[in-house]
């Protein structure tokens, strides 16, 4: 199943890399792909999509690097609606599959952003990266004393809060690339540093706890994708394995 999103224009096709979000049986099945550039454009975003390379060509101009499923309705998002991130184009977007539809979308102040997530029924969190793309390490902050940073919007009234600058200025998160952060039921923090193999969970007002990936004595671990569960979260999966081990042990006897 082909892209169509720059179909009209044979040199963009065969030059610009196309993105896409996929629909997926449970047993793997591809069961739709839609063109997120078709999307772009149908929704009046071409000059978005197409307008801010300046003079030289990108050919990576949207490089979605998140998505995030609406479980429940809320006052401004329906279940199904998808959270979506789009680094290059330092754009979170609220798209509606059911009818097509960019309901909402955001440019910055995040800065090449990697993770986004639903926080309750009317705020969301993006995990900025906060680098220049394509800037050497030693200058891909603006200023040497930046970290990487987390948004949290409100639809209720716009604001836009870093409710965990200071905590993240002493941890000093600086992952260039990918990285992750929840903000957790009780209003903490979990924050994966990429790069650098570490992982932080803060409460409201201080670092709980950091853990970071030692492979040996002088090589660390990168790390991707972690996942914290909470107690509650934690129960299903562990009963699970318990029941698993149970019947594995019975199969041996």
């Known amino acids: 199943m082909s892209l169509d999103g720059l179909a009209e224009n044979t040199w963009l096709q065969e030059n610009v890399r196309d993105d896409a979000i996929a629909r997926v049986s449970t047993d793997g099945r591809l069961l739709e792909k839609r063109s997120f550039a078709r999307i772009m454009r149908e929704n009046g975003l071409q000059s978005l999509l197409l307008g801010i390379a300046g003079v030289k060509l990108n050919n990576d101009p949207i490089h979605l690097n998140q998505i995030q499923i609406a479980l429940q309705d ?20 609220l798209y509606r599959p ?20 639903f926080v309750n029924d009317h705020q969301i969190s993006i995990f900025d990266n906060n680098v220049i793309a394509s800037a050497p390490k030693e200058y891909a902050f603006m200023t040497p004393s930046e970290t990487n940073r987390v948004f949290i919007y409100d639809f209720r009234n716009g604001q836009l809060l870093q409710p965990y600058a200071a905590l993240l200025a002493q941890a000093r998160p600086v992952t260039l690339t990918e990285g992750r952060a929840r903000v957790l039921p009780d209003g903490g923090l979990f924050l994966e540093e990429t790069n650098y ?6 409460t409201r007002d201080r670092l709980l706890w950091s853990r970071v990936n030692d492979y040996d004595e002088r090589r660390i671990g990168m790390i991707s994708w972690s996942r914290y569960l909470t107690a509650e979260e934690a129960t299903e999966p562990l009963l699970a ?7 594995v042990m019975t199969s041996a006897k």
């Open 241 to 247: 394995l318990a029941a698993r081990k149970c019947s």
């Open 98 to 117: 059911s009818t097509g539809k960019i309901i909402w979308h955001k440019t910055g102040p995040w800065l090449n952003q990697h993770s986004v997530d």
């Open 197 to 202: 193999g570490r992982d932080l969970r803060f």
């Open 74 to 93: 809320s006052q401004y998002w329906k279940q199904g609606d998808l959270l979506i991130s789009a680094r290059h184009l330092s754009t979170v977007f």
